[in-house]
């Protein structure tokens, strides 16, 4: 093994990360004990040996620790392969539950010792509000405006079981009342034996999916996170927020429900033929039927909990009335209105689960006479006559409570829970609409010229004539589109229009993209009189596409039929999707990122034009490779006039669980979203170099050289198709359960035809993590070959003083962080062309060493991190237990590949992908 880590370790231990190292020490040790009573001493032994000579190589760097680990691994017979992967991965999953918990503890520490607000706090944007006196009323307008939604997509690399993630909240549970109770010996003691039952559990639960996943178990895995966190986390958050403007401005605010989760997941055609149309009706009725359950759950609550008696309190004269309407007659609740009118509200919820057609058990037998609630305004509307009769009589702790709580929860999540969006490919549309043309008696569409589809389209369009009342004439692909189509309707009927609210155009180049979709949405009758009931979204993913993107937007806006649809109908509104991962996959890091930035520029140049509103959607991944990294960085290094108050993200994979399992986590990362949008929103800073022309030269003439490295790698390097397939697990990822979703959007093996997605968790599986990096080091030693000095210290500047190029470096920091070429090298040798191995790995190796040494020259650091010490202790603590599970990973696909289709093999490669995936803690 190579040295290759460029982290300086920890030389000591912080005192306030002593309960770190303390927690990863028991639950190590609770591991061991477990590993000791199921599988024998001589395992527990043989796994500790390797533990131990992982940690040693880790911290010595030196080769002969590396060999000496080698040695031990490639002794393993099978079974024992099995063990020591599964031992490793569980040690990986519990020290990031570990860590988990010491972030939350350091964030308590912090608030406790009255300590300057941290960075992603509401409460440090409102000091720095303050700072540049805005006052109340510029917060109301940020807020009257704002729509912040993070939406949740079905990831085809998420590895993790629901079991295993569920096993993991209460060990996670019991961890945290370690460290918050003030436990007796006995109760320690009874803590650590429950700690010991589940990570027994988890030892004995199998890793791995037997089945593939169906779009029903991503819909189902999605929903976990509403029970988890947003249900009951998302309501305490509006109260919270509350509360500190309330302080902070000394005036009552009563927000708005601008802050959204939304999904895919049911709703995303492109790619995957699994969704249909009756996937996607059933996707609505389990979001309806999950927000209805709650209700249900905590109005029972609150009925059992409000017994106040009107003989000693004095209630208003509507709840009287509410109360004396309820179906709960029973004569001991006589003088408790409050029981009587939460029963009330109870058996109304009952009749709209009926009445929607859900299957939600209750509690209380509920007569069919009962009405139920056309619409969740009218839910709101009588939990309003509670709260307000409470607060008459001065009960404040109540109305603000679990009942105001409840009254957020309904008016956030309505009766339809998420927003869901369609999305599809361009290339459908265009083939659904020339059916539909040709059976109207135009068969020409798909030959016309862009200027002639338009013509046609708004002809049609502006008609307004059904194109087709049957479906049977229509071919398989386009007769499912039209019943989707159908389908969304009838979402919109039941569950109302908040329930699908978009519609996502994957790979949209043209004008006509957009008026296809328009003229489906009118056949289906959500396109009426004018009135369009669904926003339609173009997605720009590719290079070209973003370069092309403002273009097609000025040109849709000069059509003044579209310009009239949007104001009559959008709010005058016009959301636009951009791909982080198509155009990284397509033009490398550095490049996509910059070509990102100037989209959005241009787009916002564009929107002004027209004097319509712009509303961003950032289809960003979990790894950098694929536009993922810190939030708050990442939305306060957005250009000028591009946030505006409105952002939609999508969240994915690993990231989903890391960042909401966990409530409190959970809630933390949801501010941060509502903070950064905030404050790049209403913050002037003057020091930010945003549009400085220097600066955009620089960043132009090194994406050029980037895109140009990285498309002669990938694209014009022979061999390089074969070198990828042979150094990656691409294809074994393809044979675990892990998505609905296929890799590649055609059978065949074109780097162009794979999906971002198990494109960049193979890299990342290897260590080479090369789409977070490649391009950027032979770019920048250029720029400095042909400017010397004087444009290495522009580069300095502009990391001092530039958002944008700041973040860049500090995502690709991380990136690197986390690579390792002695690891890779491993993988390359899986390559069977000896000199195409050595050709290619070599320009990877050299591109890597340029990338590391220009940015330490930019940064002026002297080594990866330096600046980022949580972030290097966490790898510091987690790295010894993933290597391990590399090299076994490597050892294992040279036997699979050599012919050894023995099952335990397969079994431990699809076992070192889980784990290393966990231990990463980001997949793709």
């Known amino acids: ?251 009552r605010f009563e927000l708005p429900p601008f802050l959204r989760v939304g999904s895919w997941i049911g709703g995303d055609r492109d790619g995957n033929p699994f969704v249909t149309h009756e996937v996607m009706l059933d996707a609505a009725k389990r979001h309806s039927a999950t927000a209805l359950e709650y209700y249900m759950s905590e109005t029972n609550l609150l009925s059992a909990r409000l017994s106040l008696s009107n003989r000693l309190v004095d209630i208003s004269p509507e709840l009287t009335d509410f109360a004396e309407r309820s179906p709960d007659q029973a004569e001991s609740r006589e003088d408790e209105p409050y029981r009587r009118a939460m029963l009330a ?70 009766f339809h829970l998420a927003p869901l969006d369609m999305r599809q490919h361009s290339g459908v549309h265009e083939q659904v609409v020339s059916e539909l043309l040709a059976a109207a008696g135009n068969p020409d569409y798909a030959k016309q010229d862009e200027a002639t589809r338009r013509t046609t389209l708004l002809a049609a369009l502006q008609a307004g004539k059904p194109l087709a009342a049957e479906l049977d004439g229509f071919s398989p692909l386009v ?89 009559k109908s959008r709010n005058n509104t016009q959301e636009v999707m951009l791909g982080y991962s198509d155009s990284n996959k397509d033009g490398g890091y550095l490049t996509a990122n910059w070509e990102l930035y100037k989209a959005e520029l241009e787009l916002v140049e564009v929107f002004n034009k027209h004097t319509v509103e712009l509303r961003l959607f950032h289809g960003r991944g979990g790894t950098v490779g694929r536009g993922g990294g810190p939030s708050y960085q990442a939305i306060l290094a957005q250009p000028p006039g591009s946030v505006n108050a409105q952002i939609r993200i999508t969240e994915q994979g690993e990231v989903i669980s890391s960042k909401y399992s966990d409530p409190e986590i959970g809630r933390r990362n949801l501010e941060i979203l509502v903070a950064a949008t905030m404050e790049a929103t209403l913050m002037d800073y003057p020091h930010n170099a945003d549009g400085n022309p220097e600066f955009i030269r620089i960043m132009e003439a090194m994406s050029l050289d980037a895109i140009a490295a990285y498309r002669k790698l990938v694209y014009e390097t022979p061999g390089f198709k074969d070198f990828f397939f042979a150094a990656t697990p691409i294809r074994e990822i393809a044979e675990l359960n892990i998505g609905s979703r296929p890799s590649s959007r055609k059978a065949m093996d074109r780097i162009e035809d794979l999906r971002a997605i198990p494109w960049v968790f193979s890299w ?131 036997r699979h590949r050599n012919g050894d289709d023995e099952e335990k093999v397969k079994r431990a490669i699809h076992l070192t992908i889980n784990g290393i995936a966990a231990g990463m803690r980001n997949s793709g």
Not at 27 to 50: H, K, P, V
Not at 356 to 377: C, D, N, S
């Open 345 to 414: 509200i109870y058996a109304r919820l009952v009749a709209t689960t009926e009445h929607m057609g859900h299957r939600v058990h209750h509690l209380h037998p509920v007569a069919k006479t009962i009405q139920p609630y056309a619409k969740a305004e009218e839910f709101i509307a009588e939990l309003d006559i509670v709260i307000q009769s409470l607060e008459r009589h001065g009960a404040f702790y109540l109305s603000r409570g679990r009942m105001g709580e409840l009254r957020r929860a309904a008016e956030v999540f309505g």
């Open 1 to 251: 093994m190579m040295k290759t880590n460029l982290i300086a370790a920890p030389t000591n231990i912080s005192s306030k990360d002593a309960p770190l190292r303390e927690d990863i020490r028991l639950l190590g040790r609770i591991l061991g004990d477990t590993l000791r009573e199921q599988e024998g001493e001589a395992t527990y032994e043989l796994i500790e040996s390797i533990r131990r000579a992982a940690v040693q190589f880790r911290k010595s760097q030196d080769d002969r620790d590396g060999e000496k680990l080698e040695q031990m691994l490639d002794a393993l017979s099978p079974e024992e392969t099995l063990l020591v992967v599964r031992a490793f991965s569980y040690f990986s999953q519990l020290s990031n539950i570990a860590e988990d918990l010491h972030h939350n503890r350091r964030r308590r520490a912090h608030q406790k010792a009255g300590s300057r607000p941290q960075e992603g706090s509401l409460q440090l944007v409102l000091n720095h509000a303050h700072e540049q006196k805005l006052d109340a009323d510029a917060v109301r307008a940020f807020f009257d405006k704002a729509l912040i939604s993070p939406v949740l997509t079905a990831h085809p690399t998420e590895v993790q079981r629901k079991s295993i993630l569920n096993c993991q909240l209460v060990i996670s549970k019991l961890l945290a009342d370690r460290d918050r109770l003030d436990m007796t010996p006995e109760e320690l003691d009874e803590n650590e034996e429950t700690l010991h039952r589940f990570v027994l559990i988890l030892w004995s639960t199998r890793m791995l999916r037997t089945t593939k996943l169906k779009v029903e178990d991503e819909v189902n895995n999605g929903l976990s996170f509403y029970d988890y966190t947003f249900l009951r986390e998302i309501p305490k958050l509006y109260g919270n927020m509350e509360k500190q403007l309330e302080k902070s401005y000394g005036q």
């Open 764 to 894: 990342g599986l290897t260590r080479m993590l090369l789409p977070g990096w490649f391009g950027f080091g032979s770019a920048v030693k250029k720029f400095i070959e042909r400017e010397g000095q004087a444009g290495l210290g522009q580069l300095r500047d502009m990391n001092q003083n530039w958002a944008f190029f700041r973040g860049l470096l500090s995502n690709m920091n991380m990136v690197l962080s986390k690579t390792d070429m002695g690891i890779a090298s491993r993988y390359a040798e899986l390559v069977p062309d000896a000199t195409l191995r050595a050709t290619i790995f070599g320009m990877i190796e050299q591109e890597w060493q340029d990338t590391v040494d220009m940015l330490l020259k930019i940064t002026g650091a002297s080594h990866l991190l330096e600046d980022n010490p949580t972030f290097a202790r966490s790898l510091t603590t987690r790295t010894p237990y993933i290597d391990p599970l590399n090299h076994l990973q490597v050892a294992l696909l040279h």
């Open 479 to 567: 007769r499912g589109e039209l019943q989707i189509m159908r389908a969304a309707a009838e979402i919109h009927s039941r569950f109302g229009h908040n329930a699908l609210p978009n519609y996502i155009i994957s790979k949209a180049d043209a004008v006509s993209d957009v008026l296809e979709v328009a003229l489906m949405l009118q056949q289906s009758g959500l396109l009426k009189d004018g009135a369009l009931q669904v926003n339609i979204i173009p997605l720009f993913e590719t290079i070209d596409d973003l370069r092309g993107g403002g273009t097609i937007m000025n040109e849709l806006f000069s059509l003044p039929w579209y310009r009239e649809l949007l104001q």
